[in-house]
C-alpha cells in the first residue's frame, strides 16, 4: 500500500482521569466490560500495514498495560514508552523510540476506540502524496470567535469549519524535525498537525474525512455515548 515503506503507529495514552474526577487514567476505564485501549488496539493491530507499534503510556500504569498485553489475542506486537507531562510531549517519547528504519509514521489518540479501520486506511492512502494527513469533521454547530472579554469577535465560515481528530499520519523525518524545534520553542500546540503551522508552512497538511463516532473519550458523558454506540453496533451486528 505504501510502496514498501517502513510504518509505525504511536498510541498515546499517558493521560489521565481528572476531567472525569476518576483515579482510573481514561484508557483503562472498562466500557462493556471492555477497558478502552483494549478496543483501540483491537483495530491497530488488525492493520497489517503497521511494521510496529508503540504505546505511550503513564509510568504508573505500566503493571495494568503489561497486563493487557500479554493477551495473545493481538495479532501484532505492541511495544511500549513512558510518556510525559503533556500529550505532544508523549508523543515526542513514542517518536524517539521509533524503529530507526521507520519512514512513515501515524498518530492516534488511545481514547479514540471507535476509529474505523476504513478511517486508518484512508488516511494512510493519502500519505502516498501528502507529508502531512489528518482526519476531521465538518463542524456540526455554528462557531463563534471570541475575545478576552468572552465577548463575539466574529463568526468564521461553517464551511471551512472542522474540528480535528485522529488518526494522523506524517513523513517521519518532516515530524520528527519540526518536533525537535517545538520542544525547544514556546509554542503551545493541541495536535500534531498543528506543528505545521509554525514551522512548515509549505507543506500542505491534507484532510481527510474523519467519523462523528469517532469521539476522544474525555468526559463522562463521552462514556454514555459510548455506550449507546457499542449497544448500537451489537443490535446492527445481531440483525445481519
Not at 11 to 37: E, Q, W, Y
Not at 120 to 145: G, S
Not at 221 to 234: G, P
Amino acid at each position: 500500500m505504501l510502496d514498501g515503506k517502513f510504518l509505525s503507529a504511536i498510541i498515546t495514552s499517558a493521560g489521565s482521569g481528572r476531567r472525569m474526577n476518576s483515579n482510573i487514567n481514561k484508557p483503562f476505564l472498562n466500557i462493556d466490560n471492555k477497558k478502552i485501549i483494549e478496543r483501540t488496539l483491537d483495530t491497530v493491530t488488525n492493520i497489517e500495514e503497521f511494521d510496529e507499534i508503540i504505546l505511550v503510556i503513564r509510568r504508573d500504569d505500566e503493571d495494568i498495560i503489561k497486563a493487557i498485553l500479554e493477551n495473545p489475542k493481538f495479532s501484532k506486537k505492541v511495544t511500549y514508552v513512558f510518556g510525559s507531562s503533556t500529550r505532544e510531549l508523549s508523543t515526542f517519547e513514542g517518536l524517539k523510540a521509533l524503529n530507526k528504519d521507520c519512514e512513515l509514521v501515524l498518530t492516534h489518540d488511545g481514547v479514540r476506540p471507535f476509529a474505523s479501520k476504513k478511517l486508518f486506511y484512508k488516511t494512510l492512502e493519502e500519505l502516498k502524496k501528502y507529508k502531512a494527513v489528518i482526519a476531521a469533521t465538518k463542524t456540526k454547530d455554528t462557531v463563534k470567535i471570541l475575545n478576552e472579554n468572552m465577548t463575539v469577535d466574529f463568526t468564521p465560515n461553517r464551511a471551512f469549519v472542522y474540528n480535528v481528530q485522529t488518526p494522523q499520519a506524517f513523513d517521519k523525518k518532516t515530524i520528527f524535525s519540526m518536533y525537535e524545534k517545538y520542544v525547544k520553542s514556546e509554542f503551545k500546540i493541541t495536535d500534531d498537525s498543528q506543528l505545521f503551522e509554525f514551522f512548515n508552512r509549505t507543506t500542505p497538511v491534507k484532510v481527510v474525512e474523519g467519523e462523528y463516532s469517532n469521539i476522544k473519550i474525555t468526559t463522562n458523558e463521552d462514556i454514555l455515548f459510548a455506550r449507546a454506540y457499542i449497544k448500537s453496533q451489537r443490535e446492527n451486528e445481531a440483525k445481519k
